[in-house]
Protein backbone atom coordinates (compact mmCIF):
# COMPACT_ATOMS: atom_id res chain seq x y z
CA UNK A 1 0.00 0.00 0.00
CA UNK A 2 2.78 1.95 0.50
CA UNK A 3 4.22 1.88 -2.61
CA UNK A 4 1.01 2.91 -4.40
CA UNK A 5 0.63 6.03 -2.20
CA UNK A 6 3.71 6.91 -3.05
CA UNK A 7 3.57 6.44 -6.91
CA UNK A 8 0.23 8.27 -6.29
CA UNK A 9 1.83 11.84 -4.80
CA UNK A 10 4.70 11.35 -7.43
CA UNK A 11 2.24 12.38 -10.21
CA UNK A 12 0.35 14.84 -8.05
CA UNK A 13 1.35 18.51 -8.89
CA UNK A 14 3.55 20.05 -6.03
CA UNK A 15 4.76 23.53 -4.72
CA UNK A 16 8.15 24.37 -6.13
CA UNK A 17 8.68 25.72 -3.04
CA UNK A 18 7.46 22.07 -1.13
CA UNK A 19 9.08 20.41 -2.80
CA UNK A 20 12.73 21.71 -2.81
CA UNK A 21 11.70 21.47 1.01
CA UNK A 22 11.02 17.82 0.94
CA UNK A 23 14.35 17.45 -1.56
CA UNK A 24 15.86 19.41 1.77
CA UNK A 25 14.00 17.12 4.44
CA UNK A 26 15.29 14.05 2.84
CA UNK A 27 18.74 15.14 2.30
CA UNK A 28 21.64 12.89 4.38
CA UNK A 29 24.42 15.81 2.76
CA UNK A 30 25.71 18.32 4.88
CA UNK A 31 22.86 21.22 5.44
CA UNK A 32 20.05 18.22 5.10
CA UNK A 33 17.53 17.05 7.84
CA UNK A 34 18.32 13.56 7.84
CA UNK A 35 22.37 14.81 8.13
CA UNK A 36 21.41 17.24 10.91
CA UNK A 37 19.22 14.28 13.13
CA UNK A 38 21.71 12.10 12.87
CA UNK A 39 23.86 14.27 14.40
CA UNK A 40 21.49 14.91 17.19
CA UNK A 41 20.95 13.07 20.63
CA UNK A 42 17.64 11.94 21.18
CA UNK A 43 15.84 12.53 24.18
CA UNK A 44 17.38 15.85 26.20
CA UNK A 45 15.65 18.73 25.08
CA UNK A 46 13.30 17.03 22.58
CA UNK A 47 11.69 14.61 25.47
CA UNK A 48 10.24 11.61 23.77
CA UNK A 49 6.34 11.11 22.20
CA UNK A 50 4.06 8.14 22.61
CA UNK A 51 6.60 6.22 24.47
CA UNK A 52 9.29 6.95 21.67
CA UNK A 53 12.79 9.21 21.80
CA UNK A 54 12.18 12.82 19.73
CA UNK A 55 15.07 14.75 18.34
CA UNK A 56 14.44 18.55 17.50
CA UNK A 57 16.10 19.95 13.87
CA UNK A 58 16.73 23.45 13.93
CA UNK A 59 16.21 24.94 10.21
CA UNK A 60 16.78 28.30 8.24
CA UNK A 61 13.90 29.42 6.06
CA UNK A 62 13.09 32.70 4.30
CA UNK A 63 9.31 34.78 3.64
CA UNK A 64 8.28 32.51 1.03
CA UNK A 65 8.70 29.53 3.37
CA UNK A 66 11.53 28.10 1.56
CA UNK A 67 13.63 25.87 3.65
CA UNK A 68 17.38 27.20 3.04
CA UNK A 69 19.82 24.37 5.48
CA UNK A 70 19.24 22.62 8.65
CA UNK A 71 21.41 23.60 11.31
CA UNK A 72 22.03 24.42 15.12
CA UNK A 73 23.91 27.67 13.79
CA UNK A 74 22.18 31.03 14.24
CA UNK A 75 21.18 33.03 11.31
CA UNK A 76 20.93 36.86 11.02
CA UNK A 77 19.93 36.24 7.33
CA UNK A 78 16.85 33.98 7.42
CA UNK A 79 13.86 33.20 9.84
CA UNK A 80 14.68 30.21 12.30
CA UNK A 81 12.13 27.36 13.06
CA UNK A 82 12.52 23.82 14.87
CA UNK A 83 11.00 20.58 13.79
CA UNK A 84 10.04 18.09 17.14
CA UNK A 85 10.95 14.80 15.06
CA UNK A 86 9.49 11.30 16.58
CA UNK A 87 12.80 8.75 15.87
CA UNK A 88 10.41 5.44 16.22
CA UNK A 89 13.21 4.69 19.23
CA UNK A 90 11.50 3.59 22.38
CA UNK A 91 12.36 6.00 25.03
CA UNK A 92 13.75 3.54 27.36
CA UNK A 93 16.72 2.52 25.27
CA UNK A 94 19.97 4.09 26.82
CA UNK A 95 21.94 3.35 23.62
CA UNK A 96 20.89 4.02 20.21
CA UNK A 97 22.53 3.16 16.53
CA UNK A 98 22.08 6.83 14.74
CA UNK A 99 23.27 5.60 11.52
CA UNK A 100 20.37 2.89 11.57
CA UNK A 101 17.34 4.65 13.96
CA UNK A 102 14.99 5.09 10.40
CA UNK A 103 15.51 1.32 10.01
CA UNK A 104 14.43 0.88 14.00
CA UNK A 105 10.35 1.19 13.23
CA UNK A 106 8.38 1.74 10.25
CA UNK A 107 7.09 4.92 11.91
CA UNK A 108 10.60 7.12 12.58
CA UNK A 109 11.14 10.14 11.51
CA UNK A 110 7.93 11.63 11.57
CA UNK A 111 7.52 15.59 12.68
CA UNK A 112 5.27 15.93 15.10
CA UNK A 113 5.77 20.08 15.91
CA UNK A 114 6.64 23.09 13.78
CA UNK A 115 8.07 25.90 16.19
CA UNK A 116 9.03 29.33 15.17
CA UNK A 117 11.61 31.05 16.83
CA UNK A 118 11.71 34.31 15.15
CA UNK A 119 9.14 37.10 15.62
CA UNK A 120 7.30 38.11 12.47
CA UNK A 121 7.03 34.78 10.30
CA UNK A 122 5.14 35.85 7.39
CA UNK A 123 1.75 33.47 6.95
CA UNK A 124 2.46 32.11 3.56
CA UNK A 125 5.96 31.09 4.63
CA UNK A 126 4.20 29.01 7.64
CA UNK A 127 1.71 27.87 5.38
CA UNK A 128 4.42 26.04 3.40
CA UNK A 129 6.41 25.03 6.03
CA UNK A 130 3.41 23.19 6.95
CA UNK A 131 2.59 21.93 3.85
CA UNK A 132 6.05 20.62 3.50
CA UNK A 133 5.58 18.61 7.15
CA UNK A 134 2.23 17.09 5.92
CA UNK A 135 3.61 15.47 2.89
CA UNK A 136 6.69 14.24 4.57
CA UNK A 137 5.05 12.97 7.06
CA UNK A 138 2.46 11.41 4.33
CA UNK A 139 5.37 9.70 2.45
CA UNK A 140 6.43 7.61 6.03
CA UNK A 141 2.57 6.16 6.24
Do not use: W
Not at 42 to 69: M, P, V, Y
Not at 77 to 94: L, Q, V
Not at 121 to 128: D, F, H, L, Q, T
Amino acid sequence: MRFLKTIYRLFQPVDPIVSKNLKLMESVEEGGLQDLVTQESAGGNAGSFQGKLCAGANFHFDETGLIHEFTNDPSKKYFEGRFKIKTGIPSDMRTVDFDNYREQSNESNKIIRTEYDSPNVPKEAKIMIELSVKLYNELRE
